[in-house]
């Protein structure tokens, strides 16, 4: 009898398993930990129902692999069983490397190490374990396969991860604006001199989906609560971080997290046990930081019974970067109103950028094939909206700021 599982999956239906390999590594502990890694991190806190996590969208994506090579097969695509089984594979791995509130903490917890650089540490550790059966799938995952519409699949301006994930968060959401005609792409998809390329009349499908990706960037993951909720996170590692390395013993409720928040060479650290890695998610650090609510500490202590309790710093958002002497003048508030020493207002006061780009042309292209045999860049097209957004990113200016603080300024 043939091997076969099913996944009943909220927006796809039934997501067919009929691969042993395939059904090993979804089994395996490092996949498993992707159901505590949520896929929009602090998102909930302003959408209740985007409590999804990073194993839905996994799933999802490799839903829309298979589907996306089953299309480009009856098109006279030539992708081999193997391919296929690689390619399924390399989606599936593709997020495994994300630590706890994937991107939120990206660049906080854990230094000096892209996500995507762990993925593939993870990849390769796997492949060792599966005695080499992987190789393939990590050629493509790397982007050296001798056929690279494969790796634009799965990472590309127009990939089956993007597509999930504008289709996944905007369903948990809510968020209307990230509704795309996904199964349209899907249909429009081909292949030409061995790139990834859309059929003509896929074009304003194409075009949706990038206008409902910046959309979403503005609604829902550059959302002025989330942004402050994210930002008290970042805010509380890295305090968590100055203290830890002053005291001994177990400072967080993890022997992990603390050694990664102590550590001054993360990446050393991940490299020489990827399995204790493995082992941190989101649990770790929302358990810390209940913890953290009471320690002595009066920034540590404020900013985590504030992210417990949802009183999150309020955001304003300009298109101009803030003047210091205000930023200042919020900071010196800010410390009379919590007694805090000035040189600790900034724990609570602080600015930054917001940045979201449309379409970026000089990056991975999305090429029409257009009837006569020509191809064009998205952007080179003059019939369509992107032409005329496509040339740089969007970007505010934000403060965040406690509310109380932020009223007296009107």
Known sequence: MKFRKIVNDPIYGFITFDDPLIYDIISHPWYQRLRRIHQMALAHLVYPGAVHTRLH????????????????????VDISPEESQAAKIAILLHDIGHGPYSHALEHVLIEDMHHEDISLLLFEELNKELGGRLELALSIFRGSYHKPFLHQLISSQLDVDRMDYLTRDSFYSGVSEGVIGYDRILKMMTVHNGELAIEEKGVYSIEKFLVARRLMYW??????????????????????RLLAQQESGLFSTSEVLDSLLRSSNTRALIHSAPDQFCLLDDYDVMSSVKKWMQHPDRVLQTLCRWLINRHILKTRLQQQPFEPIFIRNMQQQAAALLQVPEADAGWFVFDGIASNRMYNPGNEQINILFKDGTVKNISEIEYVLIRKVSDGPAQKFYLCCPGEVLKKTG
């Open 57 to 76: 969208h996994s799933m999802g994506a490799y839903h829309l692999m298979g589907e996306a090579l089953t299309e480009l097969q009856s098109k006279g």
């Open 219 to 240: 609604q829902a993951y550059l959302h002025k609560a989330v942004l402050g909720a994210e930002n008290m996170l970042v805010k509380i590692l890295q305090r968590a």
